[in-house]
């Protein structure tokens, strides 16, 4: 059975930097047969929104909220990927989630974190 385990959220004032990293276990096979991968994020009273995706075999894409202060990306010998948060506003405030799919090939996995919250406190 696939779990996702996020780490990384926290407290931090607007401008600061935080990294969040979702670690997948038990599953068989090669990590870097998962994709596409996402991270999304909800604020309280809000729906659950995307902030960035990884599709399969491309580049990391971003809201243009997050675009060119958060990098997604994957390190497969860590079975990880990771949200590397800088210039945060109060805005970005909220439970972050990580969003892993894969294809068995007689079904497609879709698998989530139970959520990190971060805090940006201005």
């Known amino acids: 059975q696939v779990q996702l385990v996020e780490s990384g959220g926290g407290l931090v004032q607007a401008g600061g930097s935080l990294r969040l990293s979702c670690t997948a276990s038990g599953f068989a096979g090669s990590f870097s047969d998962f994709g596409p991968m996402g991270w999304f994020r909800q604020a309280p009273g809000k729906q659950r929104e995307l902030v960035a995706s990884m599709p399969v075999s491309s580049s990391a894409r971003y809201a243009d909220s997050v675009k060119d202060r958060f990098t997604f990306s994957r390190d497969d010998s860590k079975n990880t990927v990771y949200l590397q948060m800088n210039l945060l506003k109060p805005e970005d405030t909220g439970v972050y989630y990580c969003?892993?799919?894969?294809?068995?090939?007689?079904?497609?996995?879709?698998?989530w974190g139970e959520g990190t919250l971060v805090t940006v406190s201005s």
């Open positions: 969003n892993l799919q894969r294809n068995w090939g007689d079904f497609v996995g879709d698998y």
